[in-house]
Every structure is written in structure tokens, then in C-alpha cells.
């Protein structure tokens, strides 16, 4: 019987096959820099556009077999995910996602745009457990080291053909990361040349989608603003200079203003908003939004933060002369950056037309929304403080 649509398997992670990796390292936890080591296994699915998902595979880490054709290889047919695997500090053996259905979202709306295949993020999940399951000595131990999960899904067919990919693999590699705040004594802020010359993304483009395609563009101009002495690219869009991303995270901006009479201060907190496709829908900023929202709506308790009523929270656009006009009157409380990788990551200056503006810092490296951000986060990745709905345990 010929093989049509009807017949295309979903993907079932029942049908997980596991084949132990026999001669796998014993975990090594020292020098830990992102992304140098891996677990001993992975897991892999293939996909076709005839019989659909295949069966998945647990089995040793190790070289992809690949046609030197394949789409991914010449068309960036890929797309990605980061996520991390959280051992619990309570000394429970727990092991935890963080809203893990949010990746799987993100990661079907890149498919989507790739005209890879989607597939059910559930299933995903449940295979990702499996393998995290598998290899849990090799989530590290120490204070905010995890296992960093990166979920891919690439074109594979035999062929130089432009079309919808006809075949694909999906796969998840683990690798053992330090914490970004290793020296134990605060944040390390960042400097950022906000760069008027290159574009990250534009309105229509694939900006909105983890897509490989974005990545290897930002090469050049990353190692550029390094050698002019800044760690990362404040990435500007249209002739208003507006204010996008920072490196491979996204970026909140805190402005001040005091009462006429002096005597309180409100705070506005903003991000660019998700409506031209040019912002990567981070799972980090979509926690911070809602954290902050529900604090204002008295739903959560946050200490550290002003008071509700002093705190407006926007999406919205912010340009370089905002920026500059507020720098000059003194109404920039604090800029951080937020991701997976760092959760939150201050911003202590901008180098924009060949002068420095100062962003305020406290002795700490952190500013009062950025360092309450971090405890409160990261308290609900670890699960020191409970938040059933957006935390899985492996
Ligand atoms: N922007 C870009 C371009 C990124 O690559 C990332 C990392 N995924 C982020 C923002 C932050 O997203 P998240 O909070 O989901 O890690």
C-alpha cells in the first residue's frame, strides 16, 4: 500500500529503543566551559515524508552519519533549542526542567518556518526525561551548574534540492555547564557596542525563530565589538535606532523618574514587544514579564523590588535617543540582559557613535531588578521555590 499522509506516524515516545553506551567516562565536572563536554548519550529521531516519525533512539553520543548533500549542511535546514536540566540543592536527587512546553512551542514554530517537520512537544519532553533520566550523574552538583540541553531538528535528504526537506533527523545532545556567576562574588556585567552598521533581524525575517540562519551571521560583528573592548553587540533596528537584543539574549531597560515633589520614584521596566518578528521570544523574558506582572497584581510576594504601585512594566519600543536623553537626565536605573545561558547578565555600559554611556551599577555588579530577577528565577529552576506549573521533575 502506498504510504500517503493519513499514515504519517506521530512521534511516540513509547517506542523509545535505548542502547547503553558501554565505555562512557565517569562525569568530570572540573573547568566546566560551556558546551566542551557531553553526556555519554543522545537521542535521535528520524523523520520522513512518507512514513513520518520514525522510531526514537537512545544510544551513545557520537558522530552524526550525514549526507554531504544534506539541506542543513547548505541551506541552514536547522533550528535549535537551549534548556537545562536542574539538580535540586535540597539534596532530594531531584532533577527539573523549567517550562519545558514553552522550548517545544518555539521549537515547532522554527520547524514550521524551516518547512521542517513539527511534531508533538509533549512526546519530546518525554523523551527528553528519558535521556536526562539516563545520564542524571551528569547533571553537576555544584551551585547553578546544570545539564544544558540543546534539542535540534535538521534537513537531511540526499539532495541539493531548494524544497521542503523530505527527510530529517531530530536529535538532543547534553552537556555539563558551569555557573555563569562562577567566582561566587556577583554578577559580571557587560559592556555592549550598539551597533548602527549590521542588522540581526528585520520585520518578516526569521528573528522570532531559533533558527540556525541567525546565528552564524553574528559571528563577525560579535568578534568586532570584542576587539573594539566590548564583550557583546547591542543589536539596533531601523532609523530610529531602536533598541533589539543584546548578543544571544534579550534586553530589559529600567528608567527612573522622581515626583515633582521629590519624594517617591516610579520605575518602568521595558523589553521590545513581540509584534514585528524581529525579537526571539525568549522563555526567560516571558518569566520575568509574568513574574513582575503578578507581583504588581499581588499574586506572588517579591522582596527587593519597589513597591507594586511604583512599577510599570511595558513592552515596548525603545530607542538610542531615548537612551541617551534618559542616560543624560539620570533616569536609567539599570540595563540586563536575559537567556538560558545566564539568566540575567547586567550592563554597566553602551558604546554607541564613539561614546560611552555609563549604565548605573551597584558594588554587587547588579542592579535591584536584575539581582531579584536572579534569585527569583533561578529559586523556581532548582525548585527552592515551588512553582508546580512551570517545573518538571525528569
Ligand atoms: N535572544 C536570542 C537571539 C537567543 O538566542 C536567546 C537564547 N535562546 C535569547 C534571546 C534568550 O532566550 P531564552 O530566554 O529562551 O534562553
Known sequence: ASAGPSTMAPLNADLLQVTLNESAAAPDFDNLVF?????????IVDWNNKTGWGV??????????????????HYASGLFEGMKAYRS?????KIRLFRADKNMERMNRSAARAGLPTFDGDEFIKLIKALVRLDRDYV????????????????????????????????????????????????????????TDVVRAWPGGTGCYKLAANYAGATQPAMEALKEGYHQVLWLFGPDRQLTEVGAMNLFVVFRDQSADGETTNYEIATAALDDGTIL????????????????????????????????????????????????KNQIAEVFGSGTAAVVCSVDKIGYEG????????????????????????????????????????
Not at 537531511?156 to 531530530?170: H, I, N, R, S, Y
Not at 513574574?291 to 512594566?313: F, N, S, W
Not at 542592579?367 to 530577577?373: E, I, K, L, P, Q
Open 140 to 195: 553537576p552538583h555544584g551551585e547553578g551548574q546544570t545539564l544544558y540541553l540543546r534539542p535540534t531538528l535538521i534537513g537531511t535528504p540526499d539532495t541539493l534540492g531548494m524544497g521542503v526537506p523530505t527527510e530529517a533527523q531530530l536529535f538532543c545532545i547534553c552537556s555539563p555547564v558551569g555557573n555563569y556567576y562562577s567566582s561566587g562574588s556577583g554578577s559580571k556585567p557587560v559592556s555592549l557596542l550598539a551597533r
Open 56 to 73: 526514537p533512539h537512545i544510544k551513545p553520543y557520537g558522530p552524526l552519519s550525514l549526507s554531504p548533500a544534506a539541506p542543513a549542511l
Open 35 to 43: 558546551g566542551q563536554k557531553f553526556s555519554p548519550h543522545m537521542l
Open 281 to 328: 521570544p525568549g522563555v526567560t523574558r516571558d518569566t520575568i514579564l509574568s513574574l513582575l506582572r503578578a507581583y504588581q497584581q499581588g499574586q506572588v510576594a517579591i522582596d527587593g523590588l519597589p513597591k507594586p504601585e511604583r512599577i510599570t512594566v511595558a513592552e515596548r519600543k525603545v530607542t538610542m535617543d531615548e537612551i541617551m536623553d534618559k542616560a543624560e
Open 355 to 394: 561614546v560611552d554611556i555609563s549604565i548605573p551599577i551597584q558594588a554587587d555588579g547588579m542592579g535591584v531588578f536584575m539581582r531579584t530577577m536572579l534569585r527569583e528565577v533561578t529559586g523556581r529552576q532548582w525548585g527552592a521555590i515551588a512553582s508546580p506549573e512551570w517545573s518538571t521533575v525528569c
Open 89 to 93: 540543592a535540597d539534596g532530594s536527587g
